[in-house]
Each structure stands twice: as structure tokens, then as C-alpha cells.
């Protein structure tokens, strides 16, 4: 044995002096793995004799650690404080898709991290009284917080109507002593009071194709003639307000907060609010058109005078009133045309030739706006462009429906859709982030365990092997293998058309939808992480320390993999462009050699013969730093995520909840607002 050889093993094995049994193996171990003729040993015997005679220990690796701990505890805390809203989202999304929507508030007063900062008051704005476990009983609660607050009231007439079917105990009384003007509580007791009331008559395909007004029977006098009565009693009433926008405004200046999952969480409230008394509204346009054909039989001028006025009385006290929904205004539209037309008939009939002129030029209009209505495109366009091709999960669901109720929408443009849309894309991004971050965490663990698979021996070893690696190689190790794969599928993602973010992500692209283009990015990412380290860190240790065995790798295949990894990315992207199926089977051919070249090496480290089980020691001890870096980079990635999230959905006035716009979103309010001026118009109704 010369003496650079010597001098080495004695380097090697110095933290085993004291361990003399131990210091034998690793002498003779040593002796068998470095050749006799190995050149250059005197330079890592100095790098061993620099190690050993530095006083204090880096503790930059160890700070690594710590790091990565005090985010990730950051983000599990975070994460769990979002974990209802994102779970109020599943459900929404469900509901959407199934349009079944229910009015049970109780999951949401569940939700600590809002409710921990209302007042008891809000509270029972926002939910009734939590005491209780009926909705009724709930908004009993409601009422009684703010007795003469009509819109308190109603809120729990609804409530109690739709547990009970019927009227509470001294309704209209009640409705005359805190707003005594207001009709809208005598329509809501007409409603009430005509369930089961009337039937409708069969009719004929023609006549359904013409939209002719339907026949009725009256299954029940009595119950009839009360709504009609009060249906009468209306037309005397000065105003008419169903306090719905008031109460939702209210409820939303409370309700909402500046984060994107917040106003997610406002949204689904706002789903599980029914629409005011729709159900109901039907019914009082059944009942003017089932009384117009029985005055049109019995032929009394008086009596059909009386009744125009009254539906008179009605179109006006709905045209005054702020619509409380989309759907709300669908409902009063259908309640006019059908009554319209049989009253004209009546008027006819009776003489009352301006009457029925008037009342003919409404039902014309109404049935002009829904023909032209039904005339336009089913696609929704804007700019050229299909609206689901750049909308946002959300606005994809709920815009098209509401821009084709009415026949003038109101403008929207390509820059509208992009807030929203990134929004999607930054929550998917978040999403990717999150399962490479546990990943990369179960990853890391796995390596740093690693080292208890080995002897005490080897162990040993391996640290004084890891010893010989400078900052330099630290900085190869992480800026190559960690840094750079992460900013080129950043740069490709975000700054190129190929990451796809100017479409929507559920767009249908072929076979796949868009959302499969950034997965795959991403995923292209992880596996450039696991892999771009070990070959740095082989490379890196051939320069340290070839004499003990460590050799680059050298393998085309293994650099073919590497290259057909970041080839990937862009590959994939190209599903912007086009529809083939190819470009999935292409991109997923390409990345293939590389994670079977990953698996490989895991197995190998598994299954390593005993002369190489040092070397796999101290790569598993070198790898645990770069995937510690790489998951703490996930994290930094998922809080920036986030902060771009955050300013996309600031930015987004087609669909962030805003009180000012008491709807599902603030376009939803705006096209709710022109179906009432749609409806005015047609009606002759000028504010």
C-alpha cells in the first residue's frame, strides 16, 4: 500500500478511532475498494483534512430543514382554514351539474374561521337563529331579532311556507301593520292560498307549438276565489317589494371577504338561497289567466274591466320592484304573456276594444322578444370566439344560461373572460403544486431513511464520502437539478402559448380536455427533479471522488431520457394548436424512458450489491438536501400561485361577488336588470 493511499484510509477512517473493531472493517473495506495505482488521492485526503479541521459544522443543510418544516406547517394551517370553502365548491359544482339546490344554511355556520368573526346579530342575519334546527324556526329567530323589519318577515314566511305550505298565523295582519302599502305580501298570500286550487287542461301540439294560453279547471272554488280576492284587493296597494336584493345585499356586505375561496364560499351561499317565492309567482299568473277565461265565458264588462285593472295593477308592481334573480325575471315574463292573450280575448269579447288593443300589443311583444330570443345562436360568441373556450370553470356554468334569456346581453369581451379563466388555471396550478409537494416530501423522507438500512459501518462512510462534495457542487446539485428544470417549465407554462392558459381548461381538446396540458407540465416537472439531481450529484462526485469509484453518467440513453423529458414540456403544449390525439401519445412516449430510467435506479438502490452499497449510502444522503430544496420550491410556488390567484380574481368583474350586484355574480345581476328593461319595454311600463 503507498503512502497516498495510506494517508487516505487513515483520513477516511478517523471517525472511528475509537472504534477500533469498526476502524478495521473500514480500513479493509477501503483497502479493497481504492486501486493501489489511483492517482491524485493526496487531493481528497486534503479535502477530508479540511473538513476535519473546520471547528463549526455548516448548518446551512439543517436550516434547509427547518425551513421546509416552518412552511410546510404554514401551509397545512393555511390549507386547513381553506378546506371548507374548497369542499362548499365540490358540493356546488355538484348542485350546478344536477340543478338540485337546497336551502339548509346549516353547513355553513359550521365554518369557524368566518363565523369566529361575526357578531350574534350577523349571525342571525346570515343563518336564523342557530338554537333552532328548522329553517323556519331558524328565521322565526330572524324576525323576532328586528320585529318591524318587513324583510325580516317575509324571510320567514318563505321559511315557514315551504316546511309547511300554508300562511303563518295573522300574515297578511302582520304584513298590513309593518308595511301596509306593500301588495307584495298580498301577491305572496294569493299564491299561497291557490296551491291545488287549478289544473291544467291538456293541450294539443299545435296549440303548444303556437304558445297558445292554456285552459284550466278549478279543482277548488273556495280557495280559488279567496286568491282571486286578494288578487284584487292588490290593485289598491301603492307599492310593491319583495326585500329580496335588500336582504342579499346585506347579507353579502357581512358574508364577504377579499380572498378568492371566501367569495367561493359567498357564491355557494348565494346557490343554497332559493329564489324568492318563483314557485309561487307561477301560480298568480295562473290565476289571472284561469279567471280571464271564466270572464271571458260569463261575458260581464264590469267584471273584465275589474280584472284588467287588477293584472294592470300587477304588471306594474312588478316592473317597479327590483328583480331578485335571473330566474325571477324568467318567471314574471312567463306570468304576463299566457294572461295577456286571454285577457285580450275577454276584453274583445266585452267591448273594451283599447283594452284588449293594449293588452294584445303586450302579449305580442312578449312573444316577439321570446321568438327572437329562441332565433339567436345557441353558441355564445365573443369576439369571434366560442365562450367556453375561454370562460372560467364557474362562468362557463352560469353566464351562457343567463346570456341567452335576453335578447340584447350585455357587452362582454375576450378581456372580461381572461381574469377569471387564469383564476382556473392558478387553481389548478395550486393543485399540481400540492401533489408534487407531498411527493417530494415522501421522497425526501424516503432518502433520508435510507441511511438506517446500512450498517453503522457503512453509515459512517457514507458521511465522510458526502464530506468531499464543496459549495460549488452543492450549488451544480441545486441550481441544475432543482432550479433550472422549475424556471424552464415556468417559463414555457406561463409566458408561452403552449401552457395554455388562453383557454379555458375544460375545454374539450380532442380527446382530453385542456387542464391535461399544465398536469402534464408539471408532471414533466417532477420527474426532471428526481432525476436532474442524481446525475449532478454523479457527475459532481467524479470529480471528487472518481479514485473511490464514483463515475458520471455516461449513458446515452439515460441523456436521451433527460432531453426527452424537457422535451415534454413543450410537446404537450402543443394541444393549444391542435386536436391530435398524437401530441398526447408523442409527449407520454417522451417522458416514459425517463421515469422507467427513474424506477430503475430506485430498484437498484433497493437491490445494490454489497461493494456498492457505499456509494448508494452517500447519494441517498446527498439527494435528501436537493429534494428538501425542490419541495420547499413547491411550496414557494404554491403561496405564489395563490398571490396570482388572488390578483386574477381581483381583477375578475364578470364573476367575483360584489353586494353592489346582488346575484350569483355581478353579470348574472346585469342580465337580470336588462330582462326587466326587456320586460318594461314590452309591457309599455316607463319608470
Given at each position: 500500500m503507498n503512502d497516498s493511499k495510506k494517508n487516505l484510509i487513515e483520513a477516511i477512517t478517523r471517525p472511528f478511532t475509537e472504534q477500533t473493531e469498526i476502524k478495521i472493517a473500514a480500513t479493509g473495506l477501503m483497502d479493497h475498494l481504492i486501486e493501489d495505482d489511483a492517482k491524485e488521492l493526496d487531493v481528497i485526503t486534503n479535502r477530508l483534512n479540511e473538513v476535519d479541521a473546520k471547528k463549526r459544522k455548516p448548518i446551512w443543510k439543517w436550516a434547509l430543514f427547518l425551513l421546509l418544516s416552518l412552511a410546510s406547517i404554514i401551509f397545512i394551517v393555511k390549507l386547513y382554514q381553506s378546506s371548507l370553502a374548497i369542499g362548499s365548491v365540490a358540493t356546488m359544482m355538484r348542485q350546478l351539474m344536477s340543478l338540485s339546490f337546497s336551502a339548509d344554511l346549516s353547513l355553513f355556520s359550521r365554518n369557524k374561521a368566518i363565523m369566529r368573526d361575526l357578531s350574534r346579530q350577523e349571525k342571525i342575519i346570515l343563518f336564523g337563529d342557530d338554537r333552532y334546527t328548522s329553517t323556519a324556526d331558524r328565521m322565526k329567530g330572524l324576525w323576532d331579532s328586528e320585529p318591524a323589519n318587513p324583510a325580516y318577515y317575509l324571510e320567514y314566511a318563505r321559511a315557514y311556507c315551504s316546511e309547511h305550505e300554508k300562511l303563518p298565523a295573522d300574515f297578511l295582519d302582520i304584513g298590513?301593520?309593518?308595511?301596509?302599502?306593500?301588495?307584495?305580501?298580498?301577491?305572496?298570500?294569493?299564491?299561497?292560498?291557490?296551491?291545488?286550487?287549478?289544473?291544467?287542461?291538456?293541450?294539443?301540439?299545435?296549440?303548444?307549438?303556437?304558445?297558445?294560453?292554456?285552459?284550466?279547471?278549478?279543482?277548488?272554488?273556495?280557495?280559488?276565489?279567496?286568491?282571486?280576492?286578494?288578487?284584487?284587493?292588490a290593485r289598491n296597494q301603492s307599492q310593491c317589494r319583495n326585500y329580496h336584493c335588500e336582504l342579499t345585499k346585506k347579507r353579502l356586505e357581512i358574508l364577504l371577504r377579499p380572498d378568492y375561496f371566501s367569495s367561493l364560499y359567498c357564491t355557494f351561499y348565494l346557490s343554497n338561497l332559493s329564489a324568492p317565492d318563483v314557485i309561487r309567482v307561477i301560480r298568480i299568473g295562473d290565476l289571472f289567466g284561469a279567471k280571464a277565461e271564466l270572464i271571458s265565458r260569463e261575458k260581464q264588462n264590469?267584471?273584465?274591466?275589474?280584472?284588467?285593472?287588477?293584472?294592470?295593477?300587477?304588471?306594474?308592481?312588478?316592473?317597479?320592484?327590483?328583480?331578485?334573480?335571473?330566474?325571477?325575471?324568467?318567471?314574471?315574463?312567463?306570468?304576463?304573456?299566457?294572461?295577456?292573450?286571454?285577457?285580450s280575448i275577454a276584453a274583445e269579447e266585452v267591448g273594451l276594444s283599447e283594452d284588449a288593443q293594449k293588452l294584445q300589443k303586450i302579449h305580442k311583444k312578449l312573444d316577439e322578444r321570446h321568438k327572437l330570443?329562441?332565433?339567436?345562436?345557441?353558441?355564445?360568441?365573443?369576439?369571434?370566439?366560442?365562450?367556453?373556450?375561454?370562460?372560467?370553470?364557474?362562468?362557463?356554468?352560469?353566464?351562457?344560461?343567463?346570456?341567452?334569456?335576453?335578447?340584447?346581453?350585455?357587452?362582454?369581451?375576450?378581456?372580461?373572460?381572461?381574469?377569471?379563466?387564469?383564476?382556473?388555471?392558478?387553481?389548478?396550478?395550486?393543485?399540481?403544486?400540492?401533489?408534487?409537494?407531498?411527493?417530494?416530501?415522501?421522497?425526501?423522507?424516503?432518502?433520508?431513511?435510507?441511511?438506517?438500512?446500512?450498517?453503522?459501518?457503512?453509515?459512517?462512510?457514507?458521511?465522510?464520502?458526502?464530506?468531499?462534495?464543496?459549495?460549488?457542487?452543492?450549488?451544480?446539485?441545486?441550481?441544475?437539478?432543482?432550479?433550472?428544470?422549475?424556471?424552464?417549465?415556468?417559463?414555457?407554462?406561463?409566458?408561452?402559448?403552449?401552457?395554455?392558459?388562453?383557454?379555458?381548461?375544460?375545454?374539450?381538446?380532442?380527446?382530453?380536455?385542456?387542464?391535461?396540458?399544465?398536469?402534464?407540465?408539471?408532471?414533466?416537472?417532477?420527474?426532471?427533479?428526481?432525476?436532474?439531481?442524481?446525475?449532478?450529484?454523479?457527475?459532481?462526485?467524479?470529480?471528487?471522488?472518481?479514485?473511490?469509484?464514483?463515475?458520471?453518467?455516461?449513458?446515452?440513453?439515460?441523456?436521451?431520457a433527460i432531453i426527452g423529458g424537457f422535451l415534454r414540456v413543450p410537446v404537450i403544449g402543443l394541444k393549444s394548436m391542435t386536436d391530435s390525439f398524437a401530441v398526447i401519445i408523442i409527449s407520454y412516449l417522451l417522458l416514459l424512458p425517463l421515469l422507467l430510467w427513474i424506477a430503475a435506479v430506485a430498484l437498484k438502490a433497493l437491490f445494490s450489491s454489497s461493494n456498492k452499497i457505499i456509494y448508494r449510502s452517500a447519494m441517498s444522503r446527498v439527494l435528501a438536501i436537493p429534494y428538501a430544496f425542490a419541495a420547499l420550491c413547491m411550496i414557494g410556488l404554491i403561496f405564489y400561485f395563490y398571490a396570482s390567484l388572488q390578483?386574477?380574481?381581483?381583477?375578475?368583474?364578470?364573476?367575483?361577488?360584489?353586494?353592489?350586484?346582488?346575484?350569483?355574480?355581478?353579470?348574472?345581476?346585469?342580465?337580470?336588470?336588462?330582462?326587466?328593461?326587456?320586460?318594461?319595454?314590452?309591457v309599455g311600463y316607463k319608470p
Open positions: 298590513k301593520k309593518i308595511d301596509p302599502q306593500n301588495a307584495w305580501f298580498t301577491y305572496f298570500a294569493a299564491a299561497v292560498t291557490a296551491k291545488d286550487s287549478l289544473k291544467k287542461k291538456k293541450q294539443t301540439k299545435s296549440a303548444q307549438e303556437n304558445r297558445e294560453p292554456p285552459s284550466w279547471e278549478i279543482d277548488d272554488p273556495k280557495k280559488f276565489n279567496d286568491a282571486i280576492e286578494l288578487l284584487k284587493y264590469i267584471q273584465t274591466k275589474e280584472w284588467i285593472d287588477s293584472f294592470d295593477s300587477f304588471i306594474y308592481h312588478v316592473m317597479t320592484m327590483e328583480h331578485g334573480g335571473l330566474v325571477e325575471g324568467i318567471v314574471y315574463s312567463a306570468c304576463l304573456t299566457a294572461p295577456a292573450k286571454r285577457l330570443r329562441k332565433s339567436l345562436p345557441s353558441e355564445v360568441r365573443i369576439e369571434g370566439k366560442l365562450f367556453e373556450e375561454r370562460s372560467s370553470l364557474l362562468s362557463g356554468l352560469l353566464v351562457p344560461a343567463g346570456y341567452r334569456q335576453v335578447v340584447n346581453p350585455p357587452p362582454l369581451t375576450l378581456e372580461d373572460l381572461k381574469p377569471g379563466r387564469l383564476t382556473d388555471h392558478e387553481l389548478l396550478s395550486i393543485a399540481v403544486s400540492i401533489v408534487l409537494w407531498l411527493g417530494l416530501i415522501l421522497l425526501m423522507s424516503s432518502v433520508w431513511l435510507y441511511r438506517f438500512r446500512v450498517s453503522r459501518l457503512i453509515s459512517g462512510l457514507s458521511v465522510r464520502v458526502k464530506g468531499l462534495l464543496v459549495t460549488s457542487d452543492w450549488l451544480w446539485i441545486i441550481g441544475i437539478g432543482v432550479i433550472l428544470p422549475t424556471i424552464y417549465v415556468l417559463l414555457i407554462n406561463r409566458l408561452t402559448p403552449l401552457g395554455c392558459r388562453g383557454l379555458a381548461i375544460m375545454k374539450d381538446q380532442g380527446k382530453f380536455v385542456v387542464a391535461i396540458v399544465p398536469i402534464s407540465q408539471y408532471i414533466a416537472l417532477g420527474a426532471l427533479v428526481v432525476a436532474m439531481p442524481i446525475l449532478i450529484a454523479r457527475w459532481r462526485f467524479s470529480k471528487r471522488a472518481s479514485q473511490l469509484g464514483f463515475n458520471a453518467v455516461n449513458s446515452k440513453i439515460v441523456w436521451i390578483y386574477w380574481f381581483e381583477k375578475d368583474s364578470l364573476m367575483k361577488i360584489d353586494p353592489r350586484f346582488p346575484g350569483m355574480s355581478p353579470y348574472e345581476y346585469k342580465v337580470t336588470v336588462q330582462l326587466r328593461e326587456e320586460i318594461r319595454e314590452a
